[in-house]
Structures are given as structure tokens and as C-alpha cells.
T-cell receptor
Framework: KNQVEQSPQSLIILEGKNCTLQ??????????LRWYKQDTGRGPVSLTI?????NTKSNGRYTATLDADTKQSSLHITASQLSDSASYIC????????????FGTGTRLLVSP | DTEVTQTPKHLVMGMTNKKSLKCEQH?????MYWYKQKAKKPPELMFV???????INESVPSRFSPECPNSSLLNLHLHALQPEDSALYLC???????????FGPGTRLLVL
């Protein structure tokens, strides 16, 4: 069964600190992995996308890693800001006739002043 | 223009009402999607349109009726909804089936 699991479920950090979010998946056949940021009541916004051959991808203060052998990914946020408070969703695509997205349940991050 | 727009932002309707959600993109994308998202849950795929034709219907009840009038527009017609249909409805588009999906801001629907 295709599944994406994320940890922790929720996280509170102080402004300026770093944090790392985890994603484990059992999606097959694997196509790519994306991290999305979703503010409450808003649509998800893509942060990074990685294919099988990519190990790391950065987007400003966001750095994603992918280990295709262990089927794990992480999202590292550096020097957190209050605006980083949101849900971060790991989404894995299965290589089917179309990009079937398998969504994780997300990590809710709260950056506290 | 690199965004997906959705209207209205919020909608409150009774169970006997008929309403429509609208989605628009001008990125030349040929695949468009409707998702339903309940609070604290991941989005669930409802429909996929490719080249203006319905390609996938994820066993969605007939009270939800999608329509793709042209390559830039996607509608979701609502009729005789139930309170449990209250959710955030997200539209997304992609260049084609294999490309990154871009999401709209969503329509928050409340069915009374």
C-alpha cells in the first residue's frame, strides 16, 4: 500500500532556531518527492521537488534531502521566521499513468517569538 | 501569470442549494484537478481533467459535478450537498499528467 508518514506531527520552535522534519514513504514505483508548505485555509505551495537521482535540493532557507534507498526524506529549515508557521506536507508521486500524489499527514510547525 | 485562482474564497450553502466553484489558470496547463481537504487531513483527489476531458473520477458522489468549459477553466457544480461535505476545496493544474501540480488558494465551503 502506498503510504507517506511524517514526523513529528507538530513542532514548536523559537524564532531564529533551525528544525528538521522527517518523511518516510512506501510509494512504488517512485517518481518524485515534493515538500509543500500550507498555511491554514490556503492551498499548498511547492517548496522543493526531487527525483530519484537527487540527494539534496535547496530553496532559500529550506533544504530537502532524499535517500531513495531507505525511502526517507527530510526538510531542514534554517533560521526560522514567524512566517514559517504552517503545515509542511511531504508528497510522493507514483509513476502511474498520471502523477498520482500520495500525501503525508503533514507536520504542523509553530515558530514562537 | 503563474498562479491558479479560485472563486469564491468562502461559500455557505444550504442542503437544497445549487452553487458552483470556479478555478482558472493561464499557464497553458492541460491537466486540472479538484481536491477535497478536511481539517488537519491531507487533500483527497476528486477529479482529474486532461485536455478538457474527464480522465479520473475517484468515486465521487454525483452531487459533485465537474465541468471543464475550456483549457483555462474548471468548475465544480454542487447540488444537494450534505453537512459532511463542508471542507476546503482545492483546484490544481499541471503542464500535463507528469508535471508538478500548482494549487490554488482553495474555496472554504460550509454546508448547513
Amino acid at each position: 500500500k502506498n503510504q507517506v508518514e511524517q514526523s513529528p506531527q507538530s513542532l514548536i520552535i523559537l524564532e531564529g532556531k533551525n528544525c528538521t522534519l522527517q518523511c518516510n514513504y512506501t510509494v512504488s514505483p517512485f517518481s518524485n518527492l515534493r515538500w509543500y508548505k500550507q498555511d491554514t485555509g490556503r492551498g499548498p505551495v511547492s517548496l522543493t521537488i526531487m527525483t530519484f537521482s537527487e540527494n539534496t535540493k535547496s530553496n532559500g532557507r529550506y533544504t530537502a534531502t532524499l535517500d531513495a534507498d531507505t525511502k526517507q526524506s527530510s526538510l531542514h529549515i534554517t533560521a526560522s521566521q514567524l512566517s514559517d508557521s504552517a503545515s509542511y506536507i511531504c508528497v510522493v508521486s507514483a509513476r502511474t499513468g498520471f502523477q498520482k500524489l500520495v500525501f503525508g499527514t503533514g507536520t504542523r510547525l509553530l515558530v514562537s517569538p | 501569470d503563474t498562479e491558479v485562482t479560485q472563486t469564491p474564497k468562502h461559500l455557505v450553502m444550504g442542503m437544497t442549494n445549487k452553487k458552483s466553484l470556479k478555478c482558472e489558470q493561464h499557464m497553458g496547463h492541460r491537466a486540472m484537478y479538484w481536491y477535497k481537504q478536511k481539517a488537519k487531513k491531507p487533500p483527497e483527489l476528486m477529479f482529474v481533467y486532461s485536455y478538457e476531458k474527464l480522465s479520473i473520477n475517484e468515486s465521487v458522489p454525483s452531487r459533485f459535478s465537474p465541468e471543464c468549459p475550456n483549457s483555462s477553466l474548471l468548475n465544480l457544480h454542487l447540488h444537494a450537498l450534505q453537512p459532511e461535505d463542508s471542507a476546503l476545496y482545492l483546484c490544481a493544474s499541471s503542464q500535463d499528467f507528469q508535471e508538478t501540480q500548482y494549487f490554488g488558494p482553495g474555496t472554504r465551503l460550509l454546508v448547513l
